[in-house]
C-alpha cells in the first residue's frame, strides 16, 4: 500500500494500525472472517470503475461485457456451490437480500412470523427499528427459556394462530442446529413461504457440515463474508419459477448500480469455496467451536442451550455479576475481540445485555486448531472473573500478542 502511503498518509497510517490490531489479537466475533490476498485484490480492482446497473446482457450503460462475464461466473460458481436453480449476487448486504425476497412475497403490513432479536435472530427479521418491522405486521417467535432451543411444536401453534405470508429462519445467535425442513413443513400447512437466512452458516451449510436449506424451503439469503469468507455482500438463491421476480426486487426495486469490484470478489470467494480444503476449514470451525465450549463450562461458566452445534456459542455472565458491556470492554483491553449480546430472558438494555457471543471462525481461518481453544478459554476466563485487574488483564493482552503473531491474517 506505499502508493497510499504517499498519497494520504493518515488514511494508510489507520489502515495498518487496524492490521496490527488483527494481527496481535485475537477476533472472535461470530459474525467476522479474514479473506485472501485474491479477493482483497479483486475487491481494490478497476471493476469499482463502471456502473453495470441491470443484469447481464440487460444492462443500461454500454461497455459492461466484462462485467457480465464477472457477474455470470459468481452466479454460476455459487449455484454450483449450493445446487440452487438461480441466484442474485447483487445485494449489497444480508438485509438487503431479506428485503429483496420481502418485497417480493408480500405487500406493506402483509404479516410476518420470524425469531426475536432478542433471543437470537436479526434486525432484518421484524425489529421494530428495522424496516421490516416497520413494513410488516410481525409476530415473532423464540426459545424454550428451559432447553433455550428452538420447539418447533410452539413455532408451528404461532404460525397458525398468525397465519404469516413469510414466515424467516435462519438466526444471528443461536448456537444450535436449525431443522429447516421443519420450517418448510409448518409454511405448508399455513399456507406460507419460507426464507432462510443463512448469513452465518452459509459456509458450514455450503459444505454439508450444517443442513442446507437450498431446495428445501422456497428462498435462502445470506452474506458472503462470515462462514463463506468473501467480501462484505449478500446473496439470494431461489428457484426458477421465482427468478424473474427476486430479480426485480433488487433491481430497480431496492438498488441501482452493482458493486462489480465487490462481485468480482464474490466470485473469487465462490471458487475458493469449491475447494476440498474449504470443507475442512469449516468441520475446523466446529470443532474448534466445540472444544472452545468445553473449556468454559468446564471453568463454571454458562453457556445458553448447554453447548454449541455451530461456529459460536452464548455465554450468560448473570451468576458473574456481569454485563455483556462490562466483560466486552474488559476482554478488548486483554487483546480479545468479542461483541455483547442479549441472552434468552434477557432482563438488560441490549446497549448493556447479560450476554457475550463469541465465534471462532476467524481464529480458524489464521489455522488455530482444538488444542488452541483451552488456551484461550482460560485466558476468558480469568478475564471474566475479574475484569477490575488490570495486571492481569496487561499480562493477559501481552500473552495474546505473542500467541497471536505466530498465526498469518491471510488463509492460503
Known amino acids: 500500500m506505499s502508493y497510499l502511503g504517499d498519497t494520504d498518509s493518515e488514511i494508510a497510517d489507520i489502515i495498518e494500525k487496524e492490521r496490527l490490531r488483527q494481527l496481535n489479537g485475537l477476533e472472535l466475533i461470530a459474525s467476522e472472517n479474514l479473506v485472501s490476498r485474491a479477493v482483497l485484490e479483486a475487491m481494490g480492482s478497476i471493476m469499482t470503475n463502471k456502473y453495470a446497473e441491470g443484469y447481464p446482457g440487460k444492462r ?220 475442512d476449514y469449516n468441520i475446523q470451525i466446529v470443532k474448534n467451536s466445540k472444544a472452545l465450549a468445553e473449556c468454559l463450562i468446564e471453568n463454571e461458566i454458562r453457556l445458553i442451550s448447554g453447548g454449541t452445534d455451530n461456529h459460536l456459542m452464548l455465554l450468560d455472565l448473570s451468576s458473574l455479576g456481569l454485563t455483556g458491556l462490562e466483560a466486552e470492554i474488559a476482554l478488548g483491553k486483554a487483546g480479545i475481540t468479542v461483541n455483547k449480546n442479549t441472552i434468552p430472558n434477557e432482563q438488560r438494555s441490549p446497549f448493556v445485555t447479560s450476554g457475550l457471543r463469541i465465534g471462532t471462525p476467524t481464529i480458524t481461518t489464521r489455522g488455530m486448531k482444538e488444542q488452541d481453544m483451552p488456551i484461550i478459554g482460560e485466558w476468558i476466563t480469568t478475564v471474566l472473573r475479574d475484569v477490575n485487574n488490570n495486571f492481569e488483564i496487561n499480562r493477559i493482552k501481552t500473552e495474546v500478542t505473542e500467541f497471536s503473531k505466530k498465526f498469518p491474517l491471510y488463509p492460503e
Open 60 to 279: 443500461y450503460y454500454g461497455g459492461c461485457e466484462f462485467h457480465d462475464m464477472a457477474e455470470n461466473l459468481a452466479r454460476e460458481r455459487l449455484n454450483s456451490l449450493f445446487g440452487s436453480e438461480h441466484s442474485n449476487v447483487q445485494p449489497h448486504s444480508g438485509t438487503q437480500a431479506n428485503m429483496a425476497v420481502y418485497f417480493g412475497c408480500m405487500n406493506v403490513r402483509d404479516p410476518l412470523l420470524s425469531m426475536s432479536l432478542a433471543q437470537g435472530g436479526h434486525l432484518s427479521h421484524g425489529s421494530p427499528v428495522n424496516f421490516s418491522g416497520r413494513l410488516f405486521n410481525v409476530t415473532h417467535y423464540g426459545v424454550d427459556l428451559k432447553t433455550e432451543t428452538l420447539d418447533y411444536g410452539v413455532i408451528e401453534e404461532i404460525a397458525r394462530k398468525s397465519r404469516p405470508k413469510v414466515i424467516v429462519c435462519g438466526a444471528s445467535a443461536y448456537p444450535r442446529n436449525i431443522d429447516f425442513k421443519a420450517f418448510q413443513e409448518i409454511a405448508e400447512g399455513v399456507g406460507a413461504r419460507v426464507v432462510a437466512d443463512i448469513a452465518h452458516i452459509a459456509g458450514l451449510c455450503a459444505t454439508g457440515v450444517h443442513q442446507s436449506p437450498v431446495n428445501i424451503v422456497d428462498f435462502t439469503t445470506t452474506t458472503t463474508h462470515k462462514t463463506l469468507r468473501g467480501p462484505r455482500g449478500g446473496a439470494i438463491l431461489c428457484r426458477k419459477e421465482d427468478a424473474q421476480n427476486i430479480d426485480k426486487q433488487v433491481f430497480p426495486g431496492m438498488q441501482g448500480g452493482p458493486l462489480m469490484h465487490i462481485i468480482a470478489a464474490k466470485a473469487v470467494c465462490f471458487k475458493e469455496a469449491q475447494k476440498p480444503s474449504f470443507r
